[in-house]
């Protein structure tokens, strides 16, 4: 991919993420900020390859403390916003 | 393009869209709960089709990696107490951070010993990758350890230059790799300023600076992941490390224009002195009235419309379940209760809702500032719990004050305040409030969770 390419994609990236985003309710704070948390812990996707690539066994074994800490902060991200964002359902379901 | 490169590239695209699809859904309460899911989905597909990447031969340590991360991820994310959400919301951050930085020092190790001249775009991404990733790590334990209490908040002059310096080494490191593009050394050196960067840059701030700190650390574990998208030319990195450093910024200046400060004022002056503020005799001396809690209960059944304001001393009390309770009896009494929440009450953003949330209180009747504001003439009796500087009205009334124009509850409109404190020590801001020396406010000295239970006591008892 060129430079120009990976920037295309940023700019426009972040002015979607800037869209996407404005005007959430101050409820919704703390969930969306676990769970876009969760979404950058995608590094991940790097460190499985650089886990599974057997170049060096020092890149290796980054490549597997960087699998195990991005699957920590996905795994939990999600798992927690989910388990906050029900609570706030389950409250209106009994209403 | 191979067979598997091509799946590869169609299931990016089928994980960027469902992260904007999730992204959407989790800014809306009726959508959120989808919206995470998708999330999840996105980090599924993404996952899945990389598996199938040639470049990987071996999957038993791929497997390890996955099991082990998996494992503690839910282990933190099933046994965490909504008090604690701050603290293992930073430790996500600062995990995402050091999970780039050691992803493009694998492939930094990688491209030196097949022996091949990086990209000038690889270095300098790598770099950058080196010092945000690094940064988001040291600065997110540091947030966690002063959530938890372990680390307090210490200053020393010129810390700030400090950063300053620190900040412009690691800038001025990375660019001199592109005349070293496979150094060892450089590369370790910029990851190192960013670890020091990380701790000297977070521990200044106080505590009440927290959710800008929190929102700042979540944007920049996204751009961490950006810049490692551009160092390993990886499309979906890129987007999704990028949709994620500009919701955080979004949620900066939301946090930002909550306190009326900029976000260069929070990292980069020295927090709020009481210089020019009231002497606390002053404003204190024969005018506090106490109560107690049969009173404040006297009060409470004759009230029909109640306002409660919590602040972080409900977290660190943990009250919450305490007042449901109170707000219970209220309404069973045939009152009115809501709750009215600060932009910034908390250490968090958001922090309130999610406390008041498992406590099963709805969300409708959690009310934010500008809605709320205008009620509170309306309001006979408004419990003011663990909150200070968000309702100190000198934010309002006296423009030299180091607080002057932050957005307040304005709670001393309400017909009677009660408020539920240990003692009329300052909030974060270092400055008495005049709300507690109000003719219409009554101060019920002792611990929030503690007052809470001896109120719905007497009320029962009335």
């Known amino acids: 991919m060129t430079f120009l390419l990976a920037l295309t994609l940023f700019v426009l990236a972040v002015f979607l993420g800037v869209e996407v985003i404005t005007k959430v309710p101050p409820t919704l704070h703390t969930p969306l900020m676990s769970g876009s948390n969760a979404i950058s812990g995608i590094t991940l996707i790097g460190a499985v390859v650089s886990a599974g690539a057997e170049q060096t066994t020092l890149a290796t074994w980054l490549g597997v403390g960087a699998v195990t800490l991005a699957t920590v902060n996905v795994v939990g991200g999600f798992l927690v916003t989910n388990r906050m964002l029900s609570m706030f359902s389950t409250k209106k379901k009994r209403r | 393009m ?43 597909v993404a996952v899945a089709v990389t598996l199938t990447d040639n470049k990987i031969l071996s999957y038993w340590q791929l497997a390890l990696g996955l099991v082990l991360g998996a494992a503690i991820g839910t282990l933190l994310a099933t046994r965490v107490q909504m008090t604690g959400m701050p603290e293992l919301v930073a430790l996500f951050n600062g995990l995402g951070g050091i999970a780039s930085v050691l992803v493009v020092g694998a492939s930094f190790l990688e491209v030196r010993d097949l022996g091949s001249e990086p990209t000038t775009t ?19 334990l ?88 551009f160092a390993l030319g990886n499309s979906l990195l890129i987007i999704a490390g990028s949709l994620v450093g500009a919701s955080g910024l979004v949620l900066t200046q939301i946090m930002c224009v909550a306190m ?44 029909t419309r109640v306002a409660i304001v919590p602040g972080y001393g409900l977290a660190v009390a943990q009250a919450q379940h305490a007042v449901r309770d109170l707000t219970r009896v209220l309404e069973q009494n045939g009152c009115e209760v809501v709750f009215g929440i600060h932009p910034v009450a908390g250490r968090m953003p958001g922090h309130m809702n999610v406390l008041l ?27 003011v719990l663990g909150a200070n500087d968000v309702v100190n009205p000198v934010a309002r009334d006296d423009p030299d004050s180091p607080i002057a124009g932050m957005p307040i509850l304005d709670v001393d409109k309400s017909r009677t305040v009660v408020v539920i404190k240990r003692s009329l020590s300052p909030g974060f801001a270092g400055i008495p409030n005049p ?28």
């Open chain 2, 435 to 462: 709300l507690f020396a109000a003719d219409n406010t009554l101060m019920l000295f002792g611990d929030g969770k503690r007052a809470v239970v001896d109120i719905v006591q007497a009320f029962a008892e009335l």
């Open chain 2, 2 to 44: 191979d067979a598997a490169s091509n799946l590869i590239q169609a299931g990016y695209i089928v994980a960027a869209v469902l992260f904007v699809l999730g992204l959407k859904g989790l800014s809306k309460p009726r959508t959120a709960v989808r919206g995470n899911a998708l999330g999840a989905t996105g980090m599924l």
């Open chain 2, 260 to 303: 009326n400060r900029t976000l260069a004022h929070v990292l980069f002056s020295e927090a709020p002195t009481a210089a020019s503020a009231a002497d606390a005799d002053d404003v204190y001396a024969g005018k506090v009235t106490s109560t107690n809690a049969d009173e404040v209960a006297l009060l409470l059944d004759t009230a």
């Open chain 2, 142 to 229: 540091i947030a966690f350890g002063k959530l938890r209490e372990t680390i307090g908040s210490f200053g020393f002059a010129g810390v700030r230059v400090l950063n300053g310096l620190l900040f412009g080494a690691g800038v001025a490191l990375g660019l001199s790799m592109l005349g070293a593009p496979t150094s060892l050394v450089l590369i370790v050196a910029i990851v190192v300023i960013g670890l020091v960067l990380g701790v000297s840059g977070v521990i200044p701030i106080g505590g009440a600076d927290m959710p800008v700190v929190i929102a700042l650390l979540n944007s920049l574990s996204g751009l961490a992941a950006s810049a490692t998208g």
């Open chain 2, 357 to 383: 949330a498992e406590a099963e209180i709805g969300y409708e009747q959690l009310v934010e500032m500008d809605a709320i504001n205008p009620t509170f003439a309306q309001t006979d009796l408004t419990i």
């Open chain 2, 122 to 140: 690889f270095t300098l991404a790598a770099a950058a990758t080196g010092l945000i990733g690094a940064v988001t790590f040291s600065g997110s």
